[in-house]
């Protein structure tokens, strides 16, 4: 079954490419995410990108080539039975076109591969929102609408997951940092960060279902809350009615009930005929206030105290 998580990314995978700034801002972030360097001996470096999503692939390999149509790609796809699911990989020849595209990216850096950080991509807001897309793209995720609010990035370096991290603390996202085992996760846990998050990225009707979701859950919370409050009313009620019941007993057993004047006699024998009711059907009963009522089982009970 296709997860939530692989849902959003299709969809986003889908969406047109922006300008030119934020292609290459959301291009270095996806290979970024899921790419390893490849040495071809003699002909410089290329990179090997790996995904689960076939979309995901594609997009890569189209933002690939709007930046350089002499870009050599091939793509394949390899079973992995132990995860139950299928890598699709798409390698970036290592040759003449290679190298300046990966410098471009940020990956290069005079022929060597650089661990810096991406921050010569991230001047501009739009290639901010484009680089965090990529960065879902290559190793988020997110849970269903239905679960609790959890959006996370995966990264594969320390320096990866910390750049995320501070890019996104100072959008103002209430972010955290943790590691597991040799993987940098940086996670959002509010609900309203996750869907900031999502409609930032482009991700607007997966935004809305965790809005909708959410909803669904406050009025479920709410309605709970009331029964609650209803059962702990009805719970008190049974109570007070047993304690008056078991005054009413007393007071009959010591032959005392006929010796009460007539309004709590009356009181009495309704009470004992209706043992289940709450006080205020009993006062509409006797036809008296609730307040009276109060009164009336009050002396009721203290001259049980008195047997
Ligand atoms: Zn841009």
């Known amino acids: 079954m296709p997860s939530f998580a692989s849902d959003v990314k299709n969809a986003l995978s889908r969406t047109d490419a922006d300008r030119v700034c934020c ?107 484009a680089y965090l897309r990529g960065a879902f793209l290559g190793g988020g995720s997110v849970n269903r609408p239905e679960a609790s609010c959890h959006l996370e990035l995966t990264a594969r370096s320390e320096t990866l997951g910390r750049g995320l991290h501070m890019l996104l603390r100072r959008m103002g996202f209430p972010v955290g940092l943790t590691d597991r085992r040799d993987l940098y996760v940086v996670y959002l846990k509010e609900g309203d960060a996750v869907m900031d998050f999502l409609s930032l990225i482009g991700a607007e009707e997966a935004a809305e279902e965790i809005e909708v979701a959410r909803n669904v859950k406050e009025v479920r919370a709410q309605v709970n809350r009331l029964v609650n409050v209803e059962m702990a009313n009805v719970r008190r009620a049974v109570d007070a009615a047993a304690d008056q019941l078991a005054a009413i007993e007393r007071l009959a057993a010591a032959g005392r009930l006929e010796a009460l004047p007539e309004d709590l006699r009356e009181t009495a024998e309704m009470r004992r005929a209706h043992p289940e009711i709450s006080m205020a059907e009993l006062a509409a009963l006797c036809h008296i206030s609730k307040s009276g009522m109060s009164h009336r089982l009050r002396k009721i009970r203290a001259a049980a105290e008195e047997v």
């Open 23 to 129: 292609q290459t801002a959301e291009l270095a972030a996806l290979l970024r995410m899921g790419a390893s360097a490849a040495t071809d001996a003699g002909h410089g470096r290329g990179l090997r990108f790996e995904t689960t999503g076939a979309a995901v692939a594609r997009r890569v390999i189209r933002l690939l080539h709007n930046m350089d149509a002499e870009i050599e790609t091939s793509v394949a796809m390899e079973r992995r039975p132990q995860l139950r699911r299928r890598i699709y990989i798409v390698n970036i020849a290592a040759g003449t076109a290679a190298t300046p595209l990966l410098t471009r990216l940020g990956f290069l850096e005079e022929g060597e591969l650089r661990a810096g950080t991406d921050m010569a991509l991230l001047r501009k807001k739009c290639c901010r929102a």
